[in-house]
């Protein structure tokens, strides 16, 4: 990982130990085209310390997922957006809950970090994701139009295994990002149901 992320990783890692005790951390190797691959070096150069996966859940054991303009028809996901610079991060994560939907955070828990490497050829570049639930109340509602954000909808959490699956199975061209967002899916409803903590 290069130095700057891996501080930022750590730091992160530090501040919410403290708050809420050890937390899981995985990593994936995934091939990336050049085109995503070149996408996250961007976002890596922009000062982006990695990016929070927003676990927004309403009674009943719902999860919020959101589509976009430019995605491919009738895939949706887990919202997310950047940690900037050395911010909290669930300070990003409340913002971003803000941003995306207008919705305010009640409670919320950091669930673990996901850790990347992408590869393309003999290219690295690593990245990192964080979980977080948080309780919502009442309906999405576009707040930012640069989010380009097209609709809104709502599944259990038991069907992110399902969601992760359709994003996996995008078109050719969406492959490296379907690859990518598939694996907080997976990784979600599993590290939910293993802590009592957030029933």
């Given at each position: 990982m290069t130095l700057h992320l891996e501080a930022a990783l750590a730091r992160q890692r530090a501040a919410l130990a403290a708050r809420f005790?050890?937390?899981p951390h995985v990593h994936h190797d995934l091939p990336a085209d050049s085109g995503f691959f070149e996408?996250?070096?961007?976002?890596?150069?922009?000062?982006?310390?990695?990016?929070v996966i927003l676990l927004l859940r309403r009674?009943?054991?719902?999860?919020?997922?959101?589509?976009?303009?430019?995605?491919?028809q009738d895939v949706y996901r887990l919202p997310s957006g950047g940690i900037q610079g050395d911010e909290p991060v669930m300070a990003a994560a409340a913002r971003e809950t803000a941003e995306e939907t207008g919705l305010s955070i009640q409670q919320n828990w950091p669930l673990g970090s996901i850790g990347y490497t992408f590869w393309n050829g003999d290219a690295r570049i690593d990245f990192h994701s964080w979980l977080v639930?948080?309780?919502v109340e009442g309906e999405a509602h576009l707040c930012d139009p640069n989010e380009r954000i097209e609709g809104y909808r709502w599944v259990e959490i038991a069907a992110l295994g399902r969601v992760a699956a359709q994003l996996r199975a995008v078109p050719e061209t969406?492959?490296?990002w379907g690859n990518f967002r598939a694996v907080a899916h997976d990784?979600?409803?599993?590290?939910i149901s293993r802590?009592?903590?957030y029933a």
């Open positions: 005790g050890a937390l996408d996250m070096a961007q976002a890596v150069k922009r000062e982006r310390m990695g990016e009674s009943g054991d719902q999860v919020l997922l959101h589509t976009k303009t430019f995605y491919p639930l948080a309780d969406w492959g490296s990784l979600a409803a599993t590290w802590n009592s903590t």
